[in-house]
């Protein structure tokens, strides 16, 4: 079993900076892509940022410029640095990880609890 624990998330002032990490543990021999998903209240899960395990990297639109992703593969770790925030940017934030548990088996979804970011004055 896996486990992936977000951390960072927080109330942070319109123009503010946060940096959320998402750590996995458990039963991992490799890992794929990895990845940030938002909800608003109200609205779907979107897709905010995503990196493969080579660091090839995807950006929604909204928040491309303003956020940066990054991964340490040798901590199953990865990083969302978020820049210029905006009230917009309010939402529960969760990570994703593509798993696999051994060399015989699929990859799976695996999905973080989720940290709430508040932009606000």
């Known amino acids: 079993q896996v486990q992936l624990v977000e951390s960072g998330g927080g109330l942070v002032q319109p123009g503010g900076s946060l940096r959320l990490s998402c750590a996995a543990s458990?039963?991992?021999?490799?890992?794929?892509?990895m990845g940030w998903y938002r909800r608003a209240p109200g609205n779907q899960r979107e897709l905010v940022a995503a990196i493969s395990y080579g660091g090839n990297t995807n950006y929604a639109d909204s928040v491309r410029g303003r956020f940066t992703i990054s991964r340490d593969n040798a901590k199953n770790t990865v990083y969302l640095q978020m820049n210029s925030l905006k009230p917009e940017d309010t939402a529960i934030y969760y990570c994703?990880?593509?798993?696999?548990?051994?060399?015989?088996?699929?990859?799976?979804?695996?999905w973080g609890q989720g940290t709430q970011v508040t932009v606000s004055s």
């Open positions: 458990g039963s991992i021999f490799s890992i794929n892509a």
């Open positions: 994703k990880a593509s798993i696999r548990d051994s060399r015989y088996t699929a990859s799976y979804d695996s």
